[in-house]
């Protein structure tokens, strides 16, 4: 029989995926390794396992023990895996920052969350890795895992990670790129591949607003600037980044990262997280510059289905202002649009003027087409129809068909949303249609956020 004795077993060994349709034009191989395939769906599935065997060797994780940890998400799914099979309690402390697919993952694997404010600082008690600390300190039999400084994490991507790597490149691996969070995953990496060839190009890729580039640069430690990509970047310089290992650090804005991350999930199939997509925008950025010697291996952090809440949800990259207006479709931008207003207002022909007025009172309209059928035969722009029921009274109780302005213009769904802008810059509306049907209107004022 074949079979494997625990979920355990599948940790680690994750495979590497060819990059073809974003490297098009480019001379390096680019290749994928694919995190997300361990069984909690994580890189950090390696340091889960690794933290909690090297606590029970130490005997620092005693049986009926409960394991504490401050983490983005990721690590505590790890940790509560491991945990679980081996009879452990688990409490993670994470920010409001983190997915709520992350929170309800860990709760379904039995662990306790508690959430603490994003906005925090490191010298505050209510700062996630501080309440952390001080519930380890208050819970018996408690053990406080600290990716931050726990060795056991980058010694598990320095025992595994890398070996991987360097084996399925046959050594070849000339570049390798990761984020930066804890340290664990570009530190333990980067120094086996280091000590295996010392020519290898190790860069880290960070989110515009964590500080690591500058400290690595100038030694500085800068104020922190918000940034909405989870499970990368810092407010410190945590014990386990080995800055010495890391030739290079290359920030990447929210827009771009999330941009990657919704084309590698497209155009390659790789459902990923934020986090990846800021790691691919620096994978891709290098190979663009190598001969066909390049090899680039890059880590896919985590699944997709992470945070459909939040990187692939049209709505929440619309509230977050990340949406880019170049790249969007006008299916995208109407179905974000904002909400109080039915998809399609509208009146026929026969209706009369004044019903078209108190609905276009009712929903604050300024323009609504006038359709009968499947078909837009006209349309009511009220700076139009106002003018000509205050030169002439009798026309509120006229036939719309009688009064009405030419036909406003459609776009498909799929059509690109600069089409939109186009339009809009000279007509007050346009009309969106989804396989030939009708589906609604975008105004002006439905676009001003992204024009």
């Not at 005693?62 to 394991?67: M, Y």
């Not at 994003?118 to 505050?124: I, N, R, S």
């Not at 290079?248 to 986090?275: P, Q, W």
């Not at 190598?290 to 709505?315: A, M, P, W």
């Amino acid at each position: 029989m074949n079979y494997y004795n625990s979920i355990i077993e599948l940790i680690g060994k994750t495979p590497l995926v060819k990059l073809n349709a974003l490297t098009k034009g480019m001379k390096a191989t680019v290749f994928a390794k694919l995190e997300s395939r361990n069984p909690g769906g994580s890189v950090k599935d390696r340091i889960g396992l690794s933290m909690i065997e090297a606590a029970e060797k130490e005997g620092k994780l005693k049986p009926g023990g409960t394991i504490i940890e401050a983490t983005s998400g990721n690590t505590g799914i790890g940790l509560a895996l491991v945990a679980s099979l081996r009879g452990y309690k688990s409490l993670f402390v994470m920010t409001e920052k983190a997915s709520k697919e992350k929170g309800d993952l860990i709760r379904a694997l039995g662990a306790e969350v508690v959430i603490q404010p994003m906005t925090a600082k490191p010298d505050e008690p209510e700062h996630y890795v501080n309440t952390a600390i001080r519930l380890s300190n208050e819970i018996e039999n408690s053990y406080f895992a600290y990716q931050y400084e726990n060795e056991s994490n980058p010694m598990a991507h320095y025992y595994s990670t890398g070996p991987e790597i360097w084996q399925d490149t046959d050594g070849k691996v000339t570049h390798f790129v990761a984020g930066i969070g804890t340290g664990g995953t570009i530190s333990g990496t980067a120094k086996y591949l280091k000590e295996m060839n010392k020519n290898i190009q190790i860069i880290g890729a960070d989110p515009y607003g964590s500080i690591f580039k500058t400290f690595k640069e100038t030694g500085a430690s800068p104020e922190p600037i918000p940034y909405l990509i989870e499970g990368i970047g810092q407010d410190i310089i945590p014990k386990n980044v080995w800055l010495e290992y890391i030739d290079d650090i290359v920030n990447v804005t929210d827009r771009d990262s999330v941009e990657m991350c919704k084309r590698l999930t497209k155009e390659e199939g790789i459902f990923c997280g934020g986090s990846t997509g800021t790691i691919v925008q620096v994978a891709l950025e290098y190979a663009s510059k190598l001969d066909e010697n390049g090899i680039v291996v890059f880590i896919v952090c985590d699944t997709g289905e992470r945070y459909l809440s939040k990187y692939h949800s049209d709505q929440w990259l619309r509230d977050k202002r990340l949406i880019s207006p170049k790249t969007a479709t006008v299916g995208q931008v109407f179905l974000t649009r904002k909400a109080g207003v039915p998809e399609l207002v509208s009146v026929t022909g026969s209706a009369k003027v004044f019903e078209a007025l108190e609905l276009m009172d009712q929903y604050n309209l300024s323009t609504m087409p006038v359709i009968e059928g499947k078909e837009c035969i006209g349309s009511i722009k009220e700076a139009s129809i106002l003018e000509k029921v205050m030169n002439d009274r009798t026309v509120s109780g006229r036939n719309v068909r009688d009064i009405m302005d030419e036909k406003l213009r459609m776009l498909d769904f799929n059509s690109a949303f600069p089409d939109a802008l186009e339009i809009l810059h000279k007509d007050n509306a346009v009309l969106v249609s989804q396989h030939g049907t009708i589906k609604g209107i975008l105004t002006r004022y439905d676009v001003l956020d992204l024009a």
